[in-house]
């Protein structure tokens, strides 16, 4: 009971928090690389960012995410072609929280996860995030972690539990990956004059 509640809430901080740490990076790189200004891209990213705290989808929250480069007063040209592109292929967060759901995994069921097996689930990792589909968290959440656990020897079945709370760390994923999709059409706009 309380045992499997707290290591369920352990597992929701955990992966959310490497989710954080991708947010707080697009924050950083969209303001200083884009040459925004801090305060400016938190604003011009935050109705983008309740589109897809509501929604779970970065392919839903692409209008809005279209409607924050203007306020950003990026080129449309850009826009337009660098932000449906890295909807498509480009899950800034997917490596990262990934792998924490794979690692989480071996920790609870005590596998010992070697160095060289964490570069293989790296690789694996960055393979996964460009091919898969871009659909909400909690219906390809097996598909996606499955082959990274796969790869690094941890077995998959504790992921059908963890799935059931995965709404939790989907939204920390999509608020990731939008700011981070609106923080790189920005650097490239700013760093690529045609």
Do not use: K
């Not at 995410?65 to 932000?83: C, D, G, K, Q």
């Not at 989480?104 to 005590?110: H, Q, S």
């Not at 996860?113 to 570069?119: F, M």
């Amino acid at each position: 009971g309380g045992g499997a509640f707290a290591a369920l809430a352990h597992y929701i901080l955990l992966v959310s928090a490497m989710g954080g740490f991708i947010l707080v990076l697009a924050y950083v790189l969209g303001a200083v690389l884009g040459r925004v200004g801090l305060s400016a891209f938190v604003q011009a990213v935050l109705p983008a960012q309740a589109v897809a705290l509501s929604t779970q989808s970065s392919l839903a929250s692409l209008p809005a995410m279209l409607e924050s480069a203007a306020r950003l007063n990026l080129r449309p040209s850009t826009a337009e072609f660098v932000l449906p592109l890295a909807v498509a292929i480009f899950r800034a967060t997917s490596v990262a929280m990934n792998l924490a759901v794979a690692l989480y995994v071996a920790a609870l069921v005590g596998v010992e996860v070697s160095p060289v097996l964490i570069a293989t689930g790296i690789v694996v990792a960055v393979i996964i995030s460009v091919v898969s589909v871009s659909l909400p968290g909690s219906i390809s959440f097996v598909v996606s972690i499955g082959p990274i656990a796969l790869a690094m020897g941890v077995p998959i079945e504790p992921l059908a539990l963890l799935v059931a709370v995965e709404m939790l760390p989907d939204i920390m994923r999509t608020v990731g990956n939008v700011t981070m999709n609106v923080a790189v059409t920005s650097i490239v706009d700013r760093t690529d004059p045609d």
